[in-house]
């Protein structure tokens, strides 16, 4: 089984340029995740989608980030303008279970983006 | 917010049991408590997931007490692979609850 593929594995950018980072989960999974992950620190979720629909995007700047999953399989993330506190490591995860709770987490190898 | 509180840093010898307890005081009936590995440059692994009382796979066991305001991973003969962080989390999927992670435990084994 093919796991969560992101790309690209690394991006470097100057403040106040535009990024974007895409996500191809696990065939069948209904719930993706995006995450922030500050060096040092455990992954921040930023927005979780429901097939194309989005159930959580409380911790999402939508002053600068925005996400959308267009027909509930692949998505993409970008960041406009990008701020020196942007970077991080950009981790994308899939789930196959969405009622009951459970909430097994599958994530793809992530994007280090350096703002500059 | 789903908060959870783990020791910043433990070391274990190889060979050694090696338990890492979680506290989630304020867990809700819903949240399920899941477990999570992470190696340097790599997103989290899932380990183990349970709701109450034990549950055990093939590299570890997960015990949570009646009350579930906490729980405790437990590693088996443990090895050098075995140094990473772990991240607890209590949670429920497809709900307004959010999914947190801590900031984790790093776990050095030593030879």
């Known amino acids: 089984e093919a796991g969560v593929a992101q790309s690209p594995r690394y991006k470097i950018i100057e403040k106040r340029q535009s990024v974007a980072f895409w996500c191809n989960p696990i065939?069948?999974?209904?719930?993706l995740y995006w995450y922030q992950q500050i060096l040092g620190q455990g992954p921040k979720l930023l927005i979780q989608f429901q097939n194309n629909g989005v159930v959580d995007d409380s911790q999402l700047p939508k002053d600068r980030f925005s996400a959308e999953r267009l027909k509930g399989v692949d998505s993409t993330l970008k960041i406009q303008p990008a701020k020196l506190e942007d970077s991080a490591v950009y981790l994308c995860a899939s789930s196959p279970l969405f009622s009951g709770g459970a909430n097994e987490q599958y994530f793809g190898p992530g994007t280090r983006l350096t703002v500059t | 917010l789903a908060k959870t509180t783990q020791p910043i840093s433990m070391d274990s010898y190889e060979g050694q049991e090696v338990n890492i307890t979680c506290s989630h005081n304020n867990i809700a009936t819903n949240d399920y408590i899941t477990w999570y590995q992470q190696f340097p440059s790599q997103g989290p692994r899932f380990i183990i997931q349970?709701?109450?009382t034990k549950v055990t796979n093939e590299v570890a066991s997960l015990f949570i007490p009646a009350d579930r305001k906490s729980s405790t991973l437990s590693l088996p003969r443990v090895s050098l692979s075995d140094t990473a962080v772990y991240y607890c989390?209590?949670?429920?999927?497809?709900?307004?609850?959010?999914?947190?992670f801590g900031s984790g435990t790093q776990l050095t084994v030593l030879p």
């Open positions: 065939s069948g999974h209904a719930t």
């Open positions: 989390l209590s949670g429920s999927s497809g709900s307004a609850r959010q999914l947190t």
């Open positions: 349970g709701y109450k």
